[in-house]
């Protein structure tokens, strides 16, 4: 299933260009700018398995999935079984993370980041690390594409999820 959002920010990165607008309008000092962005990012509750290239869009059985991109803020209804509610998903201003909760009666079974020439796999299962999630996880922060070949950390440029029902608790 394809996934068609509202786009929140333009593709070509007028978001990102606008937050610099914004701080360069309000006169903060390069101190404080750099302060900001040195601030430590959130870590996901599972450690990420490396996917080379561009893996399809795979999910395990009785799972539900879709793809977001471009990378952009939205919420998406999704049904699977008789359990339905919301994934809403929320990427960092630069494009570097993204963080995700359900409403309703779902959960997240697996999560794949794309950037650059590579993609990160969250797996929320019985065998994760270092945290265990038999029936999946309804909420993450701070998931990330791998490092690229400079050492640099790549903007998002699509995200797939797996969503199951969740445990109804």
Known sequence: ??????????????????????????GVTTAVAIGISASPAAAAAVNPVFVPGNPPLVCPAGAEGFTIDPPVDTTVPVTVDSASGDVIVDFSEDLLQVSFNTTGNLAIRQVTVKGADDANRYIYDANSTPQSFPNGIAADTGLVAPINMGGNPPEISNVDFCVIPGDGS
Request: no cysteine; aromatic share 0%; glycine share 16%.
């Open 1 to 26: 299933m394809r996934v068609t959002t509202r786009a929140s920010r333009a593709k070509n990165g007028t978001r990102r260009a606008g937050l610099g607008a914004k701080l360069l309008g309000v």
